[in-house]
């Protein structure tokens, strides 16, 4: 529909001529684009690395940008671009993005997480053992990522143990570059990303083709979800070549990882820094069992028998979103908030501004989990993405946040480490910068923390 410019506000502009400075910045400052917004309003346009990019925060601007889905278009930076690959349902629009997001979406619909469940608990108790036989202190962000891959990894796509950790240290590196410069200077994180997709992709399509040899023969997977893919179809009714496939697996491993990862990550770092909500959220855990009932575990701890617990999961997503941010492409003019924006612009919906903006910013910048049980919410929500495009492992993630506090915080007393920096690391995901050190204790029946296994300057004393 034609736009009347007239009745729009122009588009504010920062002072970038080339962007070098304002793309460092955006790098480098974790306040980038809120400082922005305090000055040029919430919808403001930049420069980054030559690229005109809109910033966008706040409810109205949102709905606007979701209210006008045919006039625009995913779009992605060259890096991530070039690193999920051309085939990649993120790269996709239109009937292709569809197509591809229905058949990869059966691996995260509400059927396959009561099927992966069961593992998904074992899992939890695995690192609850973990982490009460480690030596003290450890670092909980490794431990915390290496659970959240191996459930992506083993229990919904049945990778065996060789499989999983070559996997493991190649999708590290393949993260590390997502969001960096997309210079393949030699021993760039750019280029041994580039290096390691290549690796992941071989990888990949050997278990894919398995997968495929296994059903031939009637043979049922040992474990996973990916006979949900192996010769699946498209809407199109034709067969998705191997290297598609490989290449949707490569994404859904980004999607059901590293925003987990880092969603772990924030929770047990916001709650230790927070002791009052964490005491308050395990009266609500203690009276829950652990583990849940066989068949039941999907909603064992949904909103309606832990609202405490959903409470405390927005409030953490709401102040450290898993993703910062998503993109769009105008394909032709569209108004934001009043604004007028140009077509062939790059649109950044700034979650984390988004999710602090408000009537009260002094209110929403505190860590309050109550504010989720007093009726409306205070924000629009948006801590996977939002639209057509949302996070596709965003269920899964939930079902592992929810699994894993209950498994954890009920059955472990974790303290904070002195003298270390829980500076948030912020690309590609938050995550605490020294790997958020602590001491993990068993807690008895009451809930009081009992003595777990010696330490080694305890053993030696």
């Keep these: 529909m034609p736009l009347d410019s007239a009745t729009l506000q122009p588009l504010p502009c920062t002072p970038a001529v080339s962007g070098v400075l304002e793309t460092l910045a955006f790098f480098r400052d974790a306040d980038f684009a809120r400082k922005r917004f305090e000055r040029y309003g919430d919808v403001y ?15 109205q601007a949102i709905s606007d940008l979701f209210a006008q889905g045919d006039a625009v278009q995913g779009w992605w930076p060259d890096s991530v671009r ?27 619909a509400a059927a396959a997480l009561k099927r992966y469940s069961p593992a998904i608990v074992a899992q939890v108790e695995v690192l609850h053992q973990d982490l009460l036989g480690a030596q003290a202190p450890l670092a909980l962000v490794p431990q915390l990522r290496r659970f959240a891959f191996s459930v992506i990894a083993s229990t919904v796509l049945g990778l065996d143990a060789v499989d999983r950790e070559a996997l493991f240290v190649d ?70 070549a191997d290297v598609d496939v490989a290449e949707q697996l490569l994404l859904l491993l ?18 230790l820094q927070h002791p009052a909500e964490l005491a308050w959220l395990r009266e609500e855990l203690d009276g829950l069992p652990w583990p849940p009932a066989e068949g039941v575990a999907v909603s064992a701890y949904d909103a309606v028998r832990a609202p405490r617990l959903e409470a405390v999961v927005k409030e953490v997503m709401r102040l450290t979103p898993p993703v910062g941010g998503f993109f ?16 062939e612009r790059v649109v950044q919906v700034s979650i984390s501004s988004s999710q602090r903006h408000g009537a009260d910013p002094e209110d929403l910048a505190a860590f309050r989990p109550q504010r989720h049980l007093e009726g409306a919410e205070p924000v629009t929500l948006l801590p996977f993405g939002g639209g057509e495009r949302v996070c596709l492992g965003k269920a ?18 974790l303290a904070l480490e002195p003298d270390q920096d829980l500076t948030l690391v912020v690309i590609p995901s938050p995550t605490p910068k020294q790997g958020l050190r602590v001491r993990a204790s068993r807690r008895g029946a009451a809930g009081q923390a009992m003595a777990g296994p010696p330490s080694t300057a305890d053993a030696q004393s």
């Excluded at 760039?188 to 071989?202: D, E, I, N, T, Y």
């Excluded at 980004?254 to 709650?271: K, N, P």
């Design 45 to 59: 346009e930049t420069s980054l690395l030559g690229q005109r990019t809109v910033f966008i925060r706040g409810d």
């Design 82 to 108: 070039e690193l999920l690959g051309p085939l990649s349902l993120a790269n996709c629009n239109g009937a292709d993005h569809k197509a591809r997001r229905r058949v990869v979406g059966q691996l995260f």
């Design 171 to 240: 999708f590290e590196i393949w993260c590390q570059g997502l969001f960096s410069l997309p210079f393949a200077l030699p021993g760039s994180p750019f280029a041994r990303a580039r290096q390691a997709r290549r690796r992941l992709l071989q990888r990949l399509g050997a278990v894919l083709q398995n997968a495929q040899a296994a059903a031939a023969a009637g043979a049922p997977l040992s474990a996973g979800g990916l006979d949900l893919l192996a010769g699946d179809l498209d809407e199109a009714g034709l067969p998705l």
């Design 254 to 271: 980004f999607a059901g990882y590293e925003t987990t990862a880092s969603a772990l990550s924030c929770l047990l770092l916001t709650l």
């Design 328 to 343: 769009r492409r105008t394909r032709e003019p569209i108004a934001l908030a009043g604004v007028l924006v140009p077509a």
């Design 396 to 413: 899964l993630a939930e079902l592992e946040i929810r699994l894993l506090a209950v498994g954890l915080l009920k059955q472990l007393s």
